[in-house]
């Protein structure tokens, strides 16, 4: 069948290339119908083209699509070859001034926050770099894809509407030309012609809806029976219930299935089956039931294939359309006009209109093309976009139906083209006034929300997922209604009127459904049984706020609207308060002789609601009659006379109480959904049009009543009537021992109420309210805020309400209120408000949560101390009212409120009968200081001949009246002054009297007589002065108690050490000792110190004693106790390798014996220098794997520690460790045998005799393995064999260490094997020794890599637990070898020796350029005790030790010397030559005779020695560090201070000469040998013949990648990345690795791999090949730094990006341009180097339990 199918496609392909494009083009001008002609061509070659077979070849596909079906049709419509025509009109067109550039995912978006007209204009990258906007205030966000770049578009920008490129296109403008004027008329004609038959085709095989027959002039004469299993997507099942379902239906394997969901997901469709029709209806039906059962079914569709064929070229014609207009304005001008040409069915024939109504029945791919066409035609041809918007909003309401009930995202969607359309001014002012739109868009969004109550309000019922699903397409509405009213205009037609208070009718209609919705009873008794439902009307107000604000600013631009849209929406208002006064009786309250009615209502009996937009709306309305002056001028137009103010306060009021009384604790039985409405009434995001509205309403009503009556309403609303109105009520109500809470509750009501009375006087800084303006009231804002504490920008711009542009319009002002704090390395930049601003703090600012006023009071008393001034919060100085709003102020001296006052002042000096609050006395306090400022203000700015009516000071200062002659509120403060229950309020009362003195001084100047001075302030000095004494009295006492208490804890603390003497003592002594450790032994100073060899500095043994973390006991270290060990962590690192491609193949074979001086893959221990006893490790560590499998079957969350895997944290410090490692004295002291040391050999005769026992083991090796198969030993042989003198092979040294030791130096070096080879354990392993010397030398060279790039020096203070871990880790892997076979160590000698002396008996060793030298040197002198043990010829270790430095260092030379490309530039600076350059240019001259001549000549011995000391510099670092570590010989103090190079002090510390030469020269027959033999070798030829590289020294530091200094450049490269594996499709998360700088696929099934068995993401897997196992990288979409380790950790990291107000973005939410910060880079580049990422997410996880969750392997 396969066979056949593919020869099938071969005969195919050949009938189908003969087909010519020009022929068929002229047939088609011949030809009398060309539609049929067209049709006829298409019936017959589409179905040969696509769809051949179970899978898609869409390269092969569109080659011959353009070959057989476009050619012809470009041939036809240029009337030559295309290749030549299209050229041709490009040229004749002028270039346009749009840009236009369709985004893709992810592709970077800017908006100017200057000059934008609204948050939808925005630019692409190229477009953005080439305007103005680039230096303006701008946003960066990442397009979700799908809008397009408005350069060039004059409505959008505000000024710099084009970029330089764009620019340059302008000149020709001038009226609006028809484009057709450059074609000539047959082009158009033809072009036409083959346009409208194209269209008409894609559009009626898009839209087709039979499955299995074509439309009849399509159909073929003989039809294949071949069908396609059709699957589509939806947004309700998820990949897993796709990929699962196919796999059943189709019996694929799961990474078909992957692949098929991956299409599904991408593109909206894919077959997933090809054959006859019984075969895919098979599929279909398993599909079909399998998904069912929870929702929907998924879409199938079982298709004929040349149905997809034709599909599948309609698309392709679609895609092929838009790009051919693109060659000319005049094609594209032709092909709107096909496209909006109405048909003969008359409305909605036109073939646009045919596709958007079909828009929810096409799939995602369909509908993507169609609408990138109709961007790049419809709507960049002006004259069309006309006409198109019309015809959208003609079908918007059938649109938006289709769209609510469809199931795909709103991007798929073409409601969302509205985003297009209503957002630009003009069209947005023509659709309103000629097809009425805004009228349309709110009956279309009430038609959706159909369920009401019996008064015909919304009724939301359980907010179920479905619900919410079907509410949020409803929501995109109100953003449309949004976009329609974002630019307001500037003039008024009268159409224009008319029509938008048509939209305001609507719109009212809509908050009259809102008015009193959700209303709530409180609950007495029990607690309410199912909370009710609040969501969906809250998020319903915070959609509409804005709209709301956008309504009231378009009445606001013209006075004819204003007046018309108060008087509706008063009559509205009228309405629902229909039944205001039925039901309710009516009832009279009277206080102070004055009397008022009201209604009987209790809002905690009675049904109470929160939302009242239509009192709102009216509140804003009024505020703008104020605002603008239309109450002045034209009084006679507005309804005020019929205004009833009781009405106007009544719903607003009840809302205030229910808050209140939700703060009493009255309402707790109502549960959260209260609590949550209470809270988002105050929140920020619906304030602005709720609470901020409620409280304009009360100012409004109160402006025009008597305030005595106002407020005698407010006390019966809040329930407190009784307690003002009748006198001693206070008194009887305590004397009856009532229920506490009732006291507590009233107490709060009256705080509360007092507070409602504070905000309606104090707050006018609404522009319209107050005489302010709109800076003003945000200033204050953000005064207040910044009084709380310090805040960074972002938490700023949250607190501060937004308006519909996203602005908050803080940054204009804040310059002026607050000082910006540049942030550290961690933290964020803040700001701090300016001190000046300080006096404006209002303590009772109404935007203040309770926590927030508490927080506020605190830090501004705290304040106000430090400046050493009294801590009163005196009452702002406020600007005055508008005139509308002037009468508030009487509120304050009204009867009512002073009898108020009085009664409060009263309790607190009577303060024992009565229940009050601090509270209370401290609101009052402020209303006093508020009215006495008010007088003051008004006394003095005064007119002549005005007299000031504000006169409560005389009020306050006039006693109650006759009956019972209750003392003035003045009386009363003075009483209270000196009250000693009020320390707190002190400094207030003394501000209050001082400011009533300076009033009366004011209006006693202002009067006539001059009156002498009044006693009040002599008396008010003389107390002030009373009471600083007071003050001292008090702290001299304090002082002298202080002193008392602090004398008697020295006393019993002297009787405390006299009793325990021996105690401190002994700490006394042990303090010295571990000094003398730390001054590295006194006598060190004097001497010279030397590390290795003969002449070693002997330093005295330190005891060392150690406390374990775990029993606390403490011991001393040495070989025969118990073992101690430090935490330890092993991994695998890269950190320093220079070729990152390199990985093991095959870890069970590979050989570690050599490491590659390219270092391509290390082990790195690493310790948190914590110590525990091994026994109690052990217990510890049992713990932990027992605690494991309990919890693994218990429950299956990850832990931050893989206890499988040996790992566990430190007990004390939580860090991360796999392993531990013995602490051990310095191993050299045991094994160094103490005897006659006297006459040490020369490196020469060292190295025959070391030659010399090798070839004896090798002999002896030979001998056993034969002798094992030969039965008798043979005594001639051993005849032969010379021992060399003192050398006894079979001697087996003793072991010096306890059992308890080998165990734990055993366990160690296992851990290190298997970590670094990734193997299993086995610790017979030969090349356990080898790992433990490469992990060694690997830690010390990485050490020496971050103090070199530090510039720190080498023997500085290290930080302790990097000084225990090298200690550690050196002493362990010299001793390592007493517990492994000893000939198994000599067999690695020898091997390594090899290297170096070439040994007839071994296989090649490798070349010595490919060994790293300072890996070789630790294995060398590692291993050199296993043969040296068996050594008595009096030849020392440190001989040895040193003899083996010198010959690693001489063959280091070589290597440097072979591999140093210099250049011999000019500057030779060969004045005086010195005996090195002399010495060197002779070695290098011996190099050059000894390759061949093949090294290069070089003459200038001052370039060598410059680059040799260069090169061999971190080779003698290293080898310091280790000799220090290895013997314990303390570092001379000059390497100590960082600055000089330290050659020479090194050189001398290492006993090496200062001319490295001289090693040569010293050894010189020896040494050529040797040098001979190295350069002999096969790869040093290659090398130096140009076929092979080779490392060069010093090595390069690793650094991470660069990143760019704008993060924009970084989003710009992620939007061009395509994912590697789904062909050119943008990956949804691209990540970029900071190690090597890949881009990669992350969290995605398309990039999914196989590693050891699991299924892992793209990060992951690189994680193992480019940093063996540890990442580093950057999530570009979210601006997210990645740490992985492994497969199961992970955490995320802040990045080094930071915006101008030093805050990260993660998110990328706020879109403030984003800088690189160098130091924060550093700091991760920092953390990679120390190896410290493993151990950084280990804490993280630790701290946050939630990143454990997260699957890090599928990143």
């Not at 070789?1416 to 020392?1436: E, H, K, M």
């Not at 050119?1624 to 590693?1651: M, W």
């Not at 990291?1693 to 910060?1717: A, I, M, V």
Request: hydrophobic share 35%; charged share 25%.
């Amino acid at each position: 069948m396969a066979s056949e199918l593919e020869t099938d496609v071969q005969a195919i392909d050949q009938s189908l290339l003969e087909c010519s494009a020009e022929e068929t083009a002229g047939k088609w001008l011949q030809a009398s119908d060309l539609a049929r002609e067209v049709y006829q061509h298409l019936a017959h070659y589409v179905p040969k083209i696509y769809c051949r077979g179970p899978n898609p070849l869409p390269q092969k596909e569109d080659m011959l699509a353009q070959h057989v079906l476009l050619g012809p049709m470009e041939w036809y419509l240029c009337g030559e070859d295309p290749a030549f025509g299209f050229p041709k009109l490009e040229q004749a067109n002028k270039p346009s001034h749009l840009c236009g550039r369709v985004f893709k995912v992810g592709e970077p978006t800017y908006s100017c926050r200057d000059c934008a007209v609204d948050p939808t204009c925005v630019l692409c990258m190229e477009c953005f770099l080439g305007s103005i906007h680039r230096d303006h205030r701008y946003r960066m966000t990442t397009s979700g894809g799908g809008g397009f770049c408005d350069c060039g578009d004059t409505e959008a920008w505000k000024e710099g509407p084009y970029c330089q490129k764009h620019e340059l296109n302008t000149s020709e403008i001038e009226e609006e030309e028809d484009p057709l004027v450059h074609l000539s008329e047959d082009v158009i004609a033809r072009t036409y012609n083959i346009f409208a038959i194209m269209f008409r085709y894609a559009v009626e095989i898009l839209t087709w809806e039979k499955e299995s027959e074509l439309p009849a002039d399509l159909e073929m004469g003989e039809k294949s029976d071949t069908y396609y299993c059709m699957l589509f997507n939806d947004e309700v099942h998820t990949y897993e219930q796709v990929i699962y379902t196919l796999q059943k239906a189709v019996n694929c394997t799961q990474k078909e299935a992957i692949g098929f969901a991956t299409t599904v997901d991408r593109d909206g469709r894919r077959s997933v089956r090809y054959g006859d029709f019984q075969y895919c209806d098979q599929a279909k039906s398993v599909i079909v039931r399998s998904t069912s059962r929870q929702t929907k079914p998924l879409k199938v569709q079982v298709m004929h294939s040349s149905i997809v064929a034709h599909q599948n070229f309609g698309l392709k014609l679609l895609s092929w359309l838009g790009s051919i207009i693109g060659y000319s304005d005049g094609l594209r001008r032709i092909l709107c006009q096909v496209g909006l040409q109405e048909g003969p069915d008359g409305e909605n024939s036109s073939l646009v209109d045919k596709l958007m109504l079909n828009d929810s029945k096409l799939w995602k791919g369909a509908r993507s093309v169609y609408h990138q066409l109709f961007m790049s035609s419809l709507l960049m041809d002006l004259k069309y976009k006309k006409l198109f918007a019309v015809r959208f909003a003609k079908n918007y309401e059938r649109l938006q139906s289709d769209y609510v009930t469809d199931d795909h995202d709103r991007e798929f969607s073409i409601a969302d083209l509205s985003v297009q359309i209503f957002t630009v001014p003009s069209l947005a002012r023509m659709l309103i006034t000629e097809e009425n739109l805004m009228t349309i868009i709110i009956k279309t969004f009430m038609d959706h929300l159909r369920h009401r109550d019996a008064q015909g309000r919304f009724q939301f019922e359980r907010y179920t997922a479905l619900q919410a699903f079907k509410f949020r397409r409803v929501q995109s509405l109100i953003l449309d209604l949004k976009y329609v009213l974002i630019s307001k205009p500037t003039e008024w037609s009268d159409e224009l009127r008319q029509k938008f208070l048509q939209g305001f009718d609507a719109f009212l209609e809509l908050l009259k459904c809102m008015q009193g919705m959700d209303p709530i009873t409180r609950q007495v008794g029990q607690h309410i049984e199912m909370e009710p439902e609040w969501e969906a009307a809250f998020t319903l107000q915070m959609k509409l706020t804005h709209v709301i604000s956008m309504m009231q600013d378009w009445c606001a631009l013209d006075e004819k609207v204003l007046i018309e849209a108060y008087k509706k929406c008063l009559a509205v208002l009228m309405q629902c308060h229909g039944g205001f006064t039925d039901g309710e009786q009516p009832i009279t309250l009277s206080i102070c002789g004055h009397s008022v009615e009201t209604i009987r209502y209790c809002v905690s009996q009675e049904k109470v609601s929160i939302h009242l937009p239509v009192s709102r709306l009216l509140a804003g309305l009024h505020v703008l009659l104020s605002k603008s002056e239309v109450a002045y001028k034209f009084p006679e137009l507005l309804p005020l006379s019929e205004l009833s103010p009781p009405m106007l306060i009544e719903h607003p009021l009840r809302c205030l109480v229910l808050c209140a009384q939700v703060h009493a604790g009255m309402w707790r039985r109502n549960g959260f959904s209260l609590v949550n409405q209470i809270y988002y009434y105050h929140n920020v995001k619906c304030r602005r049009e709720m609470f901020d509205k409620d409280i304009m309403m009360l100012q409004t009503g109160a402006s025009m009543m008597d305030p005595n009556h106002f407020l005698m309403i407010v006390l019966s609303r809040f329930e407190l009537y009784q307690i003002f109105s009748t006198p001693d009520y206070g008194k009887r109500f305590s004397s009856e021992i009532t229920h506490k809470d009732v006291v507590q509750q009233n107490n709060t009501l009256i705080e509360e109420m007092l507070y409602l009375i504070i905000m309606l006087v104090g707050e006018r800084f609404s522009p319209g309210i107050g005489q302010v303006n709109a800076t003003d009231e945000i200033k204050r804002e953000i005064i207040h805020q910044l009084s709380i504490k310090p805040m960074a920008h972002s938490e700023l711009v949250k607190s501060l309400p937004e308006d519909e542009n996203k602005e908050t319009g803080m940054e204009s002002v804040i310059e002026a209120v607050a000082h910006f704090k540049k942030p550290g390395l961690t933290g964020r930049g803040m700001y701090e408000v300016k001190p000046e601003c300080a006096k404006e703090f209002n303590l009772y600012f109404y935007h203040y949560s309770r926590a927030e006023q508490s927080k506020a009071e605190e830090a501004q008393r705290k304040l106000k101390r430090q400046n050493k001034e009294d801590t009163a919060l005196p009452p702002p100085v406020l600007p005055p009212f508008c005139p509308l709003f002037a009468s508030l102020v009487n509120i304050l001296q009204s009867d009512v409120m002073l009898c108020i006052m009085g009664t409060i002042l009263q309790w607190a000096v009577e303060h024992n009968g009565y229940s009050w609050s601090e509270s209370m006395l401290q609101r009052v306090l402020h209303l006093i200081g508020m009215a006495l400022q008010e007088e003051k203000q008004h006394l003095e700015n005064v007119m002549e001949e005005h007299v000031v009516t504000f006169t409560f000071s005389q009020k306050i200062s006039k006693p109650g009246e006759a009956p019972d002659n209750s003392p003035s509120i003045l009386a009363m403060l003075e009483t209270l002054q000196n009250s000693p229950y009020l320390e707190v309020h002190k400094d207030m009362i003394r501000w209050i009297l001082k400011t009533f003195n300076a009033i009366k001084k004011i209006r006693e100047n202002s009067s006539t007589s001059p009156v002498a001075e009044t006693e009040g302030t002599i008396l008010e000095e003389s107390s002030r002065d009373k009471d600083k004494a007071e003050r001292k009295r008090k702290a001299e006492i304090a002082r002298l108690r202080r002193e008392k208490i602090m004398a008697q804890m020295s006393e019993m603390q002297r009787h405390f050490i006299d009793e325990n003497k021996e105690l401190f003592q002994q700490t006394l002594e042990l303090d010295a000792s571990t000094s003398v450790v730390l001054d590295n032994s006194p006598m060190a100073s004097d001497m010279k110190l030397t590390a290795l060899g003969p002449s070693q500095t002997q330093v005295p043994e330190q005891r060392q004693f150690a406390t374990c973390i775990l029993c606390q006991e403490e011991q001393e270290v040495n070989g025969e106790s118990r073992a101690m060990v430090l935490a330890a962590f092993v991994q695998r690192s890269t950190v320093l390798s220079k070729d990152r491609s390199k990985f093991i193949q095959d870890p069970d074979k590979y050989d570690p014996l050599f490491m590659h001086p390219d270092l391509s893959c290390g082990t790195h221990t690493g310790s948190c220098g914590h110590i525990m006893h091994a026994h109690c490790w052990q217990r510890y560590f049992d713990s932990v794997q027992a605690k494991e499998q309990r919890r693994q079957q218990r429950l299956r969350l990850h832990t931050s520690y893989d206890v499988e895997n040996g790992e566990f944290l430190c007990p004390l410090c939580e860090c991360l460790s796999n392993t531990v490692i013995p602490l051990l004295l310095p191993p050299r002291n045991i094994f160094n045998r103490r005897l006659n040391f006297s006459d040490q050999p020369n490196l020469t005769q060292w190295i025959r005799i070391i030659s010399q026992q090798i070839q004896a083991l090798q002999f002896l090796r030979k001998e056993e393995s034969t002798s094992n198969t030969a039965s008798s030993k043979n005594p001639e042989n051993m005849d032969q064999l010379q021992l060399p003198e003192g050398f006894r092979p079979d001697f087996h040294p003793k072991n010096p260490y306890s059992e308890s030791i080998k165990e734990m130096l055993t366990t160690f070096g296992t851990a290190v094997y298997k970590v670094g080879l990734k193997v299993h354990p086995n610790e017979d392993d030969p090349r356990v020794p080898m790992m433990c010397w490469g992990s060694c030398a690997y830690t010390i060279q990485s050490i020496e890599r971050i103090l070199s790039d530090e510039d720190k020096p080498l023997f500085g203070p290290l930080p302790c637990r990097l000084d225990d871990c090298l200690r550690s880790l050196t002493r362990f892997a010299s001793a390592h070898w007493t517990v492994t076979s000893l000939s198994m160590v000599q067999g690695h000698f020898c091997k390594l020796f090899a290297s170096l002396v070439p040994n007839d008996s071994l296989e090649d060793p490798p070349s010595i350029l490919d060994i790293d030298m300072f890996h070789l040197l630790v294995s060398l002198v590692l291993a050199f005790p296993a043969l040296q043990c068996q050594d008595f010829s009096g030849i020392s270790l440190g001989t040895g030790d040193l003899h083996l430095f010198h010959l690693v260092t001489m063959a280091h030379i070589v290597q440097i010397l072979l591999t140093s490309c210099t250049e011999e530039n000019g500057m030779d600076q060969e004045n005086s030559t010195t005996e090195e350059e002399l010495a060197i240019l002779a070695l290098y001259k011996t190099l050059h005779q000894y390759t061949g001549r093949a090294l290069k000549e070089m003459s200038s011995g001052w370039h060598l020695w410059r680059n040799l000391r260069a090169g061999i510099m971190p080779f003698l670092k290293c080898s310091a560090l280790f000799f220090h570590y290895l013997n314990g010989v303390p570092s001379p103090p000059d390497i100590q201070v960082s600055g000089t190079s330290h050659f020479e002090h090194l050189c001398n510390y290492l006993s090496l000469p200062i001319n490295l030469i001289c090693l040569f020269q010293e050894n010189s027959e020896i040494m050529n040998l040797l040098i001979e033999s190295w350069c002999h070798n096969n790869e040093v030829k290659r090398y130096l013949e140009g076929e092979r590289d080779a490392i060069s020294y010093p090595r390069e530091s690793n650094k991470l990648i660069n990143l760019p200094e704008d993060y924009s450049s970084l989003i710009n490269q992620a939007s061009n990345f395509s994912c590697p594996k789904s062909g050119g499709d943008k990956s949804r998360a691209p990540t970029l690795c900071l190690v090597c700088g890949t881009l990669l696929c992350s969290q995605s099934y398309c990039c999914q791999t196989e590693l050891e068995g699991e299924d892992v993401g793209a990060c992951t897997a690189h994680t193992y090949s480019c940093g063996s196992g540890a990442g580093i990288f950057l999530r570009v979409r979210e601006c997210q730094v990645l740490f992985l380790a492994g497969k199961t950790k992970g955490c995320f990291y802040s990045p080094p990006y930071l915006d101008d107000y030093g805050e990260t973005d993660q998110g990328l939410r706020r879109g403030n341009p984003l800088h690189l910060c160098k130091e924060r880079f550093k700091k991760i580049q920092k953390l990679w180097h120390q190896h410290s990422i493993t151990e950084e997410i280990g804490h993280a996880q630790e701290a946050n339990q939630t990143l454990v969750g997260i699957d890090w392997q599928h990143l």
